[in-house]
């Protein structure tokens, strides 16, 4: 056996069946399956002119030492044909013979990769491919696998290159999306290197949006403006603001978005919306909530102060979230459920499992509270779509299928695209195989706190939602006082977790499915929901029960419902409002009972004071929050304590304020 033949049967032997679908197709695969299935003969001609000659039925496949990527075949068929995959089916499953010829190691693909400079990335994938490798790159999310061979996968765009050893960069197997082939091994390389700590400068903030040119106002003015309105609303007092802060503050928030500062514009927003409720003397306005937007709003404009005229792309945002075309996914349906935002925005949202990239898919349709006479969301989940193909939400929610031509965006939450076409492949099984399910509640808290988001880091919905088998389903009870309903779950090691839900018209049917569910129904039931960590424990909300024998229920939305208007007729929402739609994680709250005692009489002193104003405030107030540096400093939170220190040790000062918040909430998060 030549050392050519014995390097492509180690090259065969790291290919699985996924590299070969990327390299062809699922069913040009399957028909060279079928065909060593019935015994198509197959022959190795030997070596000429350094490719390997293998006969397969009727024709020759020509297979040089870069891998199959590059190989061709006699057939007429153009690319890559069933053929060339015989061929590698036939030296993958022969390969046992190529270990005893030789005791030399594979090469390492991995090192030469390594090694590449970016002038030779360049000139082999040409400047147009280059620069879009280089943006590619330049997104998060990036894994590298080296469990088989070397795969480089960004899952948010179902990107996968497949290095095989000795192929180099010709040899590499891309699949996902509408790519260039040349720009997806480029972004793979960088990613690479990157992951080995090799520095790779890219050419300014390209994801970035930039200020606007012709805008009234510069950023720098907005900023400005915007920092100037915090400091008066905190002087006067969050109690005594007017009508007129509020229409400054929507004022503000248009001028934010003229000058390209998404971000900041809904922060801003948000403070118009709250100002208004304080100044109706709504039920539903809070000061403490008002003080919060305040604290991180101050954060965000003195972070992109910092950033000067090329801020981070995070913190400017971007006006509508970008959907990229990702190919075909397959996915599971696993939950749906109906909701409603304190931002004013009703909707459904339908959760999928994605078997490729492990891990959660979402869809969602919405519409704000002046247009719901056209929309409810529990009606929508029985009407037709969201894609071709598809009868309904309701279908898709408990089925196997596969989208085509998918758009998703960064954070996997798939468009409503009428380009997109749905497969069903079957009904979803309880539980699919593949799903992470918490049976350990200290689990949960782990992952909880690791994704938990802090300071101006956005927070995903999505890593919220979890798979939930509780060990037994204790006391459940409904308060009336509170209108809450309750169930203790504990895992197996006796540790309690609280399910939560608050009753309200669209909790209405799946408070009562819970308090009428027989308990012998729920063994090895799977709950799945939006998990949290609150200063009374692990608290959960649940949208869908998947039970062995049961089947799959979708707690708000299976049960009967009151008749609902007919089809929309407004405009959805796409689902790149969920950051705006679902409300905020709680944060999680420090176990140390005297850092919770401090940072609460923290609290309650800096409302106290901003309530009243800074401006005229006594000597009381200043000395309240003054006495709070000892005990943070004997806790050992020394930035926070400094703070403490020096805002109730001069004059009042709402900078000085809003900082000692935000490193009290920071705290709180337990980051610092």
């Not at 180690?10 to 695969?29: H, P, T, V």
């Not at 106002?217 to 007092?237: K, W």
Request: proline letters at 6%; aromatic letters at 4%; a negative charge.
């Amino acid at each position: 056996m030549t050392p050519l033949e014995t390097s492509l049967r180690r090259l065969a032997a790291s290919l699985d069946d996924a590299a070969l679908e990327a390299l062809a197709s699922k069913g040009l695969l399957r028909r060279a399956q079928k065909d060593r299935e019935r015994a198509v003969p197959v022959n190795v001609l030997g070596e000429e002119a350094g490719v390997l000659r293998v006969q397969v039925g009727d024709a020759t496949v020509a297979l040089p030492e870069s891998g199959p990527a590059t190989a061709r075949c006699s057939c007429p068929a153009s690319g890559i044909c069933q053929h060339i995959l015989g061929a590698v089916l036939f030296l993958r499953q022969n390969t046992g013979e190529a270990t005893v010829t030789t005791a030399t190691p594979p090469p390492s693909c991995e090192a030469e990769l390594l090694q590449l400079s970016r002038e030779q990335l360049e000139q082999w994938a040409g400047k147009a491919a280059f620069r879009a490798g280089c943006d590619l790159a330049s997104r998060a999310g990036w894994e590298v696998d080296r469990e088989r061979g070397l795969q480089v996968r960004l899952s948010a765009l179902n990107l996968e290159c497949h290095f095989v050893a000795g192929g180099g960069l010709d040899g590499a197997i891309v699949s996902g999306g509408r790519h260039d082939p040349r720009a997806m091994v480029v972004a793979s390389v960088i990613a690479l290197q990157r992951a080995a700590d090799q520095e790779w400068q890219f050419a300014g903030n390209d994801n970035a949006l930039e200020a606007a040119a012709g805008a009234p106002r510069t950023r720098a003015e907005v900023l400005a403006a915007c920092q100037a309105l915090l400091a008066e609303s905190l002087a006067i007092g969050l109690a005594r603001l007017s009508a007129a802060h509020q229409q400054r503050w929507a004022t503000l928030a248009v001028s934010a978005l003229g000058v390209h500062l998404p971000r900041l514009a809904l922060a801003v927003r948000g403070l118009a919306d709250e100002t208004a409720l304080a100044v109706a003397r709504d039920a539903r306005a809070s000061l403490a909530r008002l003080l919060q937007r305040m604290v991180h709003t101050h954060a965000l404009c003195a972070a992109l102060v910092a950033g000067g005229d090329h801020p981070r792309p995070d913190l400017v945002g971007q006006h509508r979230s970008r959907y990229d075309e990702v190919g075909g996914l397959d996915l599971v349906g696993v939950a749906a459920w109906p909701w409603r935002a304190a931002s004013g925005y009703e909707g459904l949202t339908l959760l999928f499992w994605d078997t490729g990239a492990k891990r959660w898919n979402s869809w969602s349709e919405s519409r704000p509270r002046h247009q719901l006479a056209d929309f409810n969301p529990v009606a929508r989940y029985t009407q037709f779509g969201p894609w071709e193909g598809a009868a309904s939400p309701r279908q898709l929610a408990s089925s196997s299928f596969r989208l085509l031509n998918a758009r998703r965006n960064p954070g996997f939450r798939l468009s409503s695209s009428g380009k997109s076409r749905v497969l069903v492949t079957g009904a979803t099984t309880p539980c699919p195989d593949g799903m992470p399910v918490f049976t350990e509640w200290q689990r949960l808290t782990e992952h909880l706190a690791k994704h938990q988001s802090a300071g101006l880091k956005e927070a995903d919905p999505l890593d919220a939602i979890v798979a939930l088998r509780p060990a037994t389903w204790d006391g459940r009870a409904f308060d009336p006082v509170q209108q809450v309903f309750n169930w203790l779950l504990l895992d197996a090691t006796g540790a309690p977790l609280l399910l939560k839900l608050a009753f309200d018209d669209l909790s209405g049917p799946a408070i009562r499915f819970l308090e009428t569910v027989p308990p012998e129904t729920l063994r090895d039931a799977v709950a799945i929901g939006r998990a949290t960590a609150t200063p009374h424990g692990l608290q959960f909300q649940p949208h869908t029960l998947h039970r062995p024998q049961a089947g799959i229920t979708h707690l708000a939305l299976d049960q009967p419902q009151p008749a609902a208007p007919a089809s929309p007729a407004s405009t959805p929402v796409e689902e790149d409002e969920l950051v705006a739609l679902e409300d905020e994680d709680e944060a999680l709250t420090p176990p140390c009972p005297a850092m919770v005692k401090l940072l609460n009489e923290l609290d309650d002193a800096l409302l106290a004071w901003a309530e009243s104003g800074l401006d005229g405030s006594n000597g009381l107030r200043s000395e309240r929050v003054r006495q709070l540096a000892a005990p943070a400093q004997r806790l050992g939170l020394n930035l926070l304590g400094a703070h403490v220190s020096a805002l109730g040790s001069r004059a009042p000062d709402t900078t000085a304020l809003l900082r000692c918040a935000y490193v009290g909430q920071l705290h709180r998060q337990g980051q610092i």
